[in-house]
């Protein structure tokens, strides 16, 4: 069982084993012969009945509804008291942080990111070719046209004995016009899917939209977390060395052997080599937060000042699942998707119906020019016309199988849409959620672990234990302290992956955003500039088409 368009309004049928059905109604066309062929074609081809053809609007080919979508009916974690199913406004979601800094880098990414300006083009581009098709729904041919000869005559054939003049001059300026008549629904039906293709190049930009405000603040998080981490270890050095200063006076007045000395000067050095490891994540995390902002590398610390991790309520609004439907962009780019292609297959099948065309010319013919518009050179034609493609091998036929094919896997990719959906968003809660846990464990370790350290020291001091012990706590401290650290900062992805999965932040280029400056340090550098000088609002993106 597969899933096809919707014919009269149904949403899932079973899978057609021939396109050759009945068929369509026609329209009303001047002349008996024409009306005849209409009465032929409608009994003899096709696979949209009379009744179908005009609940559709007298179109052939299938209307488009919404493919079933599994959604869950409830979060895994809906028993959780901090997980609520009312729905907040999720439109600036950052500023639940309260962090001045990735404000203004939201904003900034939103006016300079060059991904999100090449899905603005795309936008720009499916309006544009919407617009061509929709041209087509009027006269498709119609020109204007003129030409000059001189012309000689032959004497030697048979009528060549009557020419009285062999050489003689023409000119000729008229006006032709071609016009298929859209019986069948192929032009309406390509405007429906150009229409649905834009909408679908608009939830791109949406979705692009939001996945560049999530590995913003995703990258802002990982550059306080490193520092955070750096300063820990930091920390740790500067405990370490008053360790060291300690056994190094020991050891001078005789009272301890060497053996302490080199074994507190190996866990400072380990410690010590955690810093440059940590810098150059830091560094990589600064050159990406970069690249996001649309600007060359370069250092933003300097930039953005010192702040500690950022921080949120315990509790986040999520909804209900099914608000994934209309909340992703992603998943209504997908379903815009399958819309297109639904109509393509009313214009696949427009081509088991012939094509009634209007052709008319009218001009002007004389041999001097001074006569080219004198009534007596008017010539001219009009009438209706008709081409049928018969004798096509299943040409037709396999097509329209073609494109109902491929309406199916965009059908399944919608769902499957859905299914990574409801998959981001419990990633994300199951983060949040358990690194609160995971920091509220951590942060009791690691007050434990510097109780142990003071008190193994005082030991130390007193001649109770040998150095080993006070080296196997201090080196302890340094790793439950990196730890809490990234729990801390684990927490923010979390909360960050949350509301990235519930698609939240797109909004901003309907309401904008409010540019902030960044405290600078010194004099800026041209790209610095770029950061802090307010930047030109981004080229508007279209809305959707109906």
Not at 262 to 291: D, G, K, M, N
């Amino acid at each position: 069982m597969q899933l096809i368009p919707c014919r009269n309004r149904k949403e899932v049928l079973h899978f057609r084993k021939s396109p050759l059905c009945l068929g369509g109604e026609p329209g009303r066309v001047s002349g008996l012969c024409l009306a005849c062929l209409l009465i032929l074609a409608a009994s003899l081809c096709g696979c949209t009945s009379l009744k179908e053809y005009v609940q559709n609007g007298f179109k052939v080919g299938p209307n488009y509804c919404r493919p079933s979508a599994p959604v869950a009916q409830q979060w895994i974690d809906a028993d959780d008291k901090r997980v609520r199913t009312d729905a907040d406004d999720l439109s600036r979601w950052w500023t639940v942080f309260n962090d001045p800094g990735l404000d203004s880098l939201i904003c900034c990414a939103y006016r300079q990111n060059l991904t999100l300006r090449e899905a603005g083009c795309r936008v720009l581009q499916a309006r544009a070719q919407l617009g061509i098709t929709t041209g087509q729904i009027l006269p498709q041919s119609q020109t204007f046209n003129g030409s000059y000869s001189r012309n000689a005559a032959s004497r030697d054939v048979v009528s060549g004995q009557a020419v009285v003049a062999p050489f003689f001059n023409e000119w000729t300026f008229g006006f032709n016009l071609n016009w298929e008549l859209d019986f069948w629904g192929r032009f309406r039906r390509a405007i429906e899917s150009d229409a649905a293709n834009l909408n679908a190049s608009v939830e791109d930009y949406d979705d692009v939209l939001v996945t560049l405000l999530g590995d913003v603040a995703t990258n802002y998080v990982q550059m306080r977390t490193f520092q955070g981490r750096i300063e820990c270890a930091l920390d740790n050095v500067r405990l370490q060395r008053e360790t060291l200063a300690i056994v190094d006076a020991n050891v001078r007045a005789g009272k301890r052997d060497k053996l302490d000395f080199y074994q507190a000067r190996s866990t400072l050095e380990q410690t010590e080599a955690q810093i440059p490891e940590l810098e150059i994540s830091l560094r990589q995390t600064i050159v990406q937060l970069c690249i996001l902002l649309g600007m060359p590398p370069e250092e933003l610390q300097s930039r953005l000042g010192p702040a500690p991790i950022p921080t949120t309520a315990t509790e986040v609004a999520v909804g209900i699942p099914a608000d994934l439907l209309r909340r992703r962009p992603d998943v209504r780019r997908a379903e815009h998707l399958a819309a297109a292609q639904c109509a393509r297959i009313g214009i696949a099948e427009a081509d088991f119906y012939p094509a009634f065309s209007i052709n008319g010319t009218i001009g002007y013919s004389a041999e001097q020019f001074r006569d080219l518009l004198r009534p007596s050179a008017l010539n001219g034609n009009v009438g209706p016309s008709f081409q049928w493609n018969v004798l096509n091998y299943g040409r037709i036929l396999n097509n329209v199988r073609l494109q109902d094919a491929r309406f199916q896997e965009l059908a399944a990719a919608y769902q499957q849409t859905v299914l990574n959906a409801n998959q981001e968003v419990e990633n994300g809660l199951v983060t949040f959620l358990k690194a609160q846990r995971r920091t509220k464990l951590q942060t009791a370790s690691v007050d434990d672990a510097q109780e142990a350290v003071k008190i193994v020291l005082a030991q130390y001091k007193g001649g109770l234990i040998n150095f080993t012990r006070v080296s196997q706590l201090e080196q302890a401290l340094v790793q439950q302290q990196d730890v809490l650290t990234q729990a801390r900062g684990e927490i923010a992805t979390g909360l960050i992956q949350v509301y990235r999965a519930l698609a939240g932040g797109w909004q901003i280029r309907i309401n904008g955003c409010e540019q902030t400056a960044l405290a600078p340090s010194g004099k800026p550098s041209p790209a610095s500039e770029r950061l802090l000088a307010p930047s030109p609002e981004p080229t508007t993106i279209p809305s959707k088409s109906p």
